[in-house]
């Protein structure tokens, strides 16, 4: 029961509670915060009455990048699908990354640039077909590629982007699965501040 003149915090709602929970699953993506912490700020987060109680949550973490709201990475399905016959095709720009990614060409040039791109997930795997044309990943500077073993005609795949040695855990690892027959599939990683072209 309040007592009068007591001051009133505004309740959170659900919306509210996983509007925060997908702040944080982000930011687990992009490694600013471990598993096990994801953990318990999500039991956290869906304990919270109060704005005041989600706001601390989510105090250290940075606003998701422009053009990026926290709908658009909710609303993301599993499986984005790319593809093209002769055409050149680019995924660039702020866009919200899904668990799996089947980009397919014939002839044509196809650009995959995750460097502006928000991920909630530690690892995606990428499946890249293509015949005389090329497709190209470029990756942050925090993220890795991996080579998955299901991979055919390896020596028309370029990664220069590999998982380093040691205990450093990349962001995000992208495992790619890549059939170029004849083509080339070249994975790329961003340096200082740029793409890699």
Request: with cysteine.
């Amino acid at each position: 029961m309040m007592e009068p003149g007591e001051a009133v915090e505004p309740r959170a709602g659900d919306s509210d509670r996983d509007a925060v929970a997908e702040r944080l699953r982000v930011a687990a993506g992009e490694g600013r915060i471990d598993l096990a912490e994801l953990d318990e700020r999500l039991g956290q987060t869906y304990r919270a009455k109060t704005y005041r109680e989600l706001d601390v949550l989510v105090a250290d973490l940075p606003e998701l990048r422009p053009g990026i709201t926290l709908a658009d990475v909710a609303a993301v399905p599993e499986t984005l699908v790319l593809k093209t016959t002769w055409q050149a095709l680019k995924q660039v720009g702020p866009w919200p990354v899904p668990r799996r990614i089947i980009a397919e060409t014939r002839t044509g040039h196809m650009t995959i640039d995750f460097t502006q791109a928000v991920c909630a997930h530690r690892e995606i795997t990428v499946e890249a077909a293509c015949r005389s044309g090329w497709i190209k990943l470029i990756l942050p500077a925090d993220w890795a590629a991996r080579i998955g073993p299901a991979s055919t005609n390896t020596g028309h795949i370029s990664n220069q982007a590999a998982v380093p040695a040691g205990p450093a855990r990349p962001a995000v690892t992208v495992i790619v699965t890549g059939h170029p027959k004849p083509g080339h599939i070249r994975i790329k990683q961003q340096r200082r501040g740029r793409a890699d072209e």
